[in-house]
């Protein structure tokens, strides 16, 4: 009932006319739906999305969110979160970004957080910049802090030093010394 056509095997020559080979793409056309884009493609590799560029004549003021690629080439003055984050020669980024892997060639006023932070030798940045691994090329102007840390892409990001009221310790001997101070009698006496 079926047969395995032989028109795409090297070295075959059709034994039928014109309309033999019409009346099979017919056949053919009969037996898959006309629109293939309803079947799913279960055999193709899910590709990569390409970067997101963000041109040199284009200014963004918000904050900018995804799970794929940025490259900025021009202006943006907001937070921005990525992948991975290239920041251009020419670019300028006004604000906090955090991405698993920020290379910057340009300029970055703002608190950078990556797992994997490259400066390269164009690289101007001003203000902390939290990593896991970071590379600072010969060149980079950098000011501002330094700070490795595990998961620097977890929120907050810092850890700040309590102040000496607020920490425990120091609670404590506050809390400790009128108790002491009234079991001498010479504090203020409870009644």
Same mark, same amino acid.
């Given at each position: 009932m079926f047969s395995?056509?032989?028109? !795409?095997?090297?070295g075959?020559?059709?034994?039928g006319?014109?309309?033999k080979r019409a009346? =099979? ?14 079947m799913p493609?279960?055999? &193709?590799?899910? +590709?990569?999305a390409?970067? +997101?560029?963000? +041109?040199?004549?284009l200014?963004?003021?918000g904050n900018?969110? =995804? =799970?794929?690629?940025?490259?900025v080439?021009?202006t943006?003055?907001g937070?921005?979160?990525?992948h991975?984050l290239t920041v251009g020669? %020419?670019a300028?980024?006004e604000?906090e970004?955090?991405?698993?892997? @920020?290379v910057v060639?340009?300029r970055?006023?703002?608190k950078?957080r #990556?797992l994997?932070? /490259?400066?390269?030798?164009? &690289?101007k940045?001003?203000?902390?910049i ?5 590379? @600072?090329? +010969?060149g980079a102007?950098f000011e501002?802090s ?8 977890? !929120? %907050?990001?810092?850890? /700040?030093?309590?102040p000496?009221a607020a920490q425990p #310790?120091?609670q ?6 009128p108790?002491?101070? &009234?079991a001498? %009698? !010479?504090g203020p006496?409870? #009644?």
């Open positions: 395995k056509s032989k028109i !795409n095997e090297p075959h020559k059709p034994a006319d014109a309309d009346e =099979t793409a017919a056949g053919a056309a009969k037996t898959r739906p006309a629109d293939d884009s309803s493609l279960t055999h &193709a590799p899910k +590709s990569k390409p970067a +997101s560029v963000l +041109s040199t004549d200014t963004i003021t900018l969110r =995804t =799970t794929g690629d940025i490259q080439e021009g943006v003055q937070d921005i979160r990525a991975l020669e %020419g300028t980024i604000g970004i955090v991405a698993d892997d @920020i060639t340009g970055v006023v703002g950078v #990556g994997k932070v /490259r400066l390269t030798s164009t &690289a940045v001003e203000g902390d939290i990593h896991k691994t970071i590379a @600072i090329e +010969s102007h501002g330094v700070q490795r840390q595990e998961d620097p892409l977890s !929120n %907050g990001g810092t850890r /700040r030093a309590a000496a #310790g120091a404590q001997q506050t809390a400790a010394r108790q002491a101070a &009234a001498k %009698g !010479n006496a409870e #009644g």
